[in-house]
């Protein structure tokens, strides 16, 4: 009983880490993301069946694909298409090709890299909504169930299984070739990927509804998937910058919260809490991103930003003249009411609340931000830092009104309470 248990400890520690690359090498084979996914789950089932009583195999990866790849020939043989696809696809699911049967980690003979690159970017591909790319890719190299990704985002569990069968139909019925794009339309595909890879850490790290406010599962994930890039795109500057952006920022996330939970800012957080193993890392890929000539990206000066908070063993110590400043290149690349919210914080504390404030003033009233309760939980810092203790109780009480995050509501409004006592 034990040798079992130990045996079904390791294929799940090896599903764990080959399911990605085994789907993304079968997708390649059969051209079918569900498919492949069937076809993967068959060669689990068939791992529990039969190493408890042979043993883990010398090469788990490459038993796991050459039961797929049979189980594959079996479907088309006998399926009324099966003569035309098993032509199409033959030479690719070969099981007695000797190179296919050593591991699923060599890359390609291509110059655009392996299975798993083709993946992300089909996962990623803009053709999709921004919620299905980010539940496809945590699904297919996320390896989270659809019940663990549905709790994740605090969305309905049937609502995400729907979301990403509609997202392999999607790209099924477009017929996207799963492939890596070249020239400006992978330059183009790359910021979608990163894009989504972000926003799963984003939702770890700063939770838009629920009682938590972090989900660190979500900020491991996306930075798993950063890492799993660097290593298949080794040469993309904005890869690097943002891995070092997600673990600068990880770095904090032990000192974000108290210990009952509530949300501790950037400027009241024990740096001692911060992971400094993370922070060196982090430091390390952004050097590699600069290296590479990527200065100017937009994840670059995000690191950058990130960074300066890094380097500042104490908060007072920050260089929040070169964060407005970093701030100020970011606007002028990408003109954002967001961006220059973040600008005023950092004008703020380099000059003052007062020409913060005048910012701030300037982008109130843009549609995008009317529901965005950071700039009334901004503004409402700002004024109660004027001495206008009313309009920010006012400030803050519209922010907890319009945030889903139950622990942020909760500060926000104490927020209210504190300038309404002053």
């Not at 921004?130 to 496809?136: K, Y």
């Not at 390390?284 to 990206?297: F, V």
């Not at 961006?339 to 504390?349: F, H, K, T």
């Not at 109660?384 to 995050?405: H, I, K, P, W």
Request: aromatic share 4%; net charge neutral; hydrophobic share 45%.
């Amino acid at each position: 009983m034990e040798q079992n248990a130990e045996t079904h400890r390791a294929i799940n520690t090896v599903w764990k880490i080959e399911r990605p690359r085994l789907i993304a090498a079968l997708t390649r084979m059969v051209r079918d993301i569900s498919f492949a996914e069937e076809l993967a789950q068959d060669a689990l089932l068939a791992a529990l069946k039969a190493w408890p009583a042979s043993g883990v195999p010398t090469n788990p990866a490459a038993w796991l694909m050459q039961t797929a790849k049979r189980r594959a020939i079996d479907h088309f043989r006998h399926n009324s298409m099966a003569a035309t696809k098993l032509e199409e696809v033959g030479r690719n699911i070969e099981i007695d090709t000797p190179d296919v049967t050593e591991t699923l980690h060599e890359a390609m003979d291509d110059d655009v890299g392996d299975d798993l690159l083709r993946l992300i970017f089909t996962a990623c591909h803009p053709i999709l909504s921004a919620e299905a790319r980010v539940a496809l890719t945590l699904r297919l190299l996320g390896g989270l169930t659809t019940e663990e990704i549905a709790r994740a985002f605090l969305v309905a569990e049937p609502t995400i299984g729907q979301r990403i069968l509609r997202a392999k139909k999607t790209i099924a019925a477009a017929n996207i070739p799963f492939e890596v794009p070249r020239g400006p339309e992978r330059v183009a595909r790359l910021g979608s990927v990163l894009g989504v890879i972000y926003l799963i850490f984003n939702e770890g790290y700063s939770a838009t509804a629920g009682e938590d406010w972090v989900r660190p599962q979500l900020c491991a994930e996306a930075m798993r998937l950063g890492r799993v890039l660097t290593r298949l795109a080794p040469e993309e500057p904005e890869v690097h910058a943002l891995v070092a952006l997600m673990e600068i920022q990880a770095s904090r996330l032990g000192a974000r919260t108290s210990p009952s939970g509530e949300p501790v800012l950037l400027l009241d957080q024990d740096r001692s809490r911060w992971d400094w193993l993370l922070v060196g890392r982090g430091l390390a890929a952004l050097d590699q991103a600069l290296a590479l000539g990527g200065a100017t990206g937009h994840y670059a000066l995000q690191a950058a930003i990130a960074a300066c908070h890094a380097r500042a063993r104490r908060a007072a110590d920050t260089d929040w003249p070169r964060i407005a400043a970093l701030y100020g290149v970011l606007m002028a690349q990408n003109p954002s009411p967001v961006i220059e919210l973040n600008r005023a914080v950092a004008v703020a504390m380099a000059e003052g609340p007062a020409p913060a404030l005048v910012l701030i003033e300037a982008i109130k009233d843009d549609p995008t931000l009317k529901d965005y309760h950071l700039l009334f939980s901004v503004r409402g810092d700002m004024l109660s830092r004027l001495g206008r203790q009313e309009e920010a109780a006012a400030a803050f009480r519209r922010a907890a009104q319009l945030t889903r995050n139950g622990r942020e509501r909760a500060y926000l409004l104490g927020r209210a309470e504190a300038a309404e006592q002053h």
